[in-house]
C-alpha cells in the first residue's frame, strides 16, 4: 500500500493570509483524521471523516479552521487569516474498520505550518 | 478524564544499553486500546504496535518488547541493545471506546542513542 501522503511538506505565510492543506490517505481507508503537534507536544486531535463526512471536531477546530473530505478520498484542511499561534505540524492520518490493522491509524509525514 | 502520561522526557544511551520507555494512562473505560508510535527527525509518525483492554499478553518483536499491567494502568515500551537507528520520539497514545477514533497522545520521550 501506498502511504497517508500530505503536501505541502512546509508552508511559511505571513500573518493574515490563508492556507490550504491537502491529505491523500491510505487507498481503501475510509476514515481520515487531522491532528496538530506543536513543539515538544504529542499530537492533538483537531478533526474526523467517515466517508464524506465530518464526525468529530475538536474544540481546537476555531472558526478559521475548516476541513473537507468530498468526495470520501482526499482532505483538505484550510486555516484563514492565520496567526502566529497556528505554526505548528499537521498531521493526517487514515484507518480502516476492517481486518487486523482495523482501527489503527497510518500517519502521513506532515506539512510543518510556519506563519511570520 | 482520559490522560496519558511519560514522565521521561529525554533518555540518553549509548549503544547495545537496554532502555524502557514508560507510559501510565487513565481512563474509566473498560474498552480501550493502546497504542505506540515513533517519530523520526523526519517528522511522521510510524506505528509500532496495538493493544486492547483485554489482551494483557506481553509482546515481543525482534528487539522490541511491551508491557502491558492493568493492575497499574502502564504500557511500557522496552527496546533491547538499542542501536542509533533507534533514536526519535517515542509517544504512547490512548483510545477508548468512548472517544470513538480520536486517539489521545502522551508528550512523548526522546531516545537519543549514542554510538
Known amino acids: 500500500d501506498t502511504g497517508v501522503s500530505q503536501d505541502p511538506r512546509h508552508k511559511i505565510t505571513k500573518r493574515g493570509q490563508n492556507v490550504t492543506f491537502r491529505c491523500d490517505p491510505i487507498s481503501e481507508h475510509n476514515r481520515l483524521y487531522w491532528y496538530r503537534q506543536t513543539l515538544g507536544q504529542g499530537p492533538e486531535f483537531l478533526t474526523y471523516f467517515q466517508n464524506e463526512a465530518q464526525l468529530e471536531k475538536s474544540r481546537l477546530l476555531s472558526d478559521r479552521f475548516s476541513a473537507e473530505r468530498p468526495k470520501g478520498s482526499f482532505s483538505t484542511l484550510e486555516i484563514q487569516r492565520t496567526e502566529q499561534g497556528d505554526s505548528a505540524m499537521y498531521l493526517c492520518a487514515s484507518s480502516k474498520p476492517s481486518g487486523l490493522a482495523r482501527n489503527t491509524q497510518y500517519f502521513g509525514p506532515g506539512t510543518r505550518l510556519t506563519v511570520l | ?115
Open chain 2, 1 to 115: 478524564a482520559q490522560k496519558v502520561t511519560q514522565a521521561q522526557t529525554e533518555i540518553s544511551v549509548v549503544e547495545k544499553e537496554d532502555v524502557t520507555l514508560d507510559c501510565v494512562y487513565e481512563t474509566r473505560d473498560t474498552t480501550y486500546y493502546l497504542f505506540w508510535y515513533k517519530q523520526p527527525p523526519s517528522g511522521e509518525l510510524v506505528f509500532l504496535i496495538r493493544r486492547n483492554s483485554f489482551d494483557e499478553q506481553n509482546e515481543i518483536s525482534g528487539r522490541y518488547s511491551w508491557n502491558f499491567q492493568k493492575s497499574t494502568s502502564s504500557f511500557n515500551f522496552t527496546i533491547t541493545a538499542s542501536q542509533v537507528v533507534d533514536s526519535a520520539v517515542y509517544f504512547c497514545a490512548l483510545r477508548t471506546e468512548r472517544n470513538t477514533d480520536k486517539l489521545i497522545f502522551g508528550t512523548g520521550t526522546r531516545l537519543q542513542v549514542f554510538p
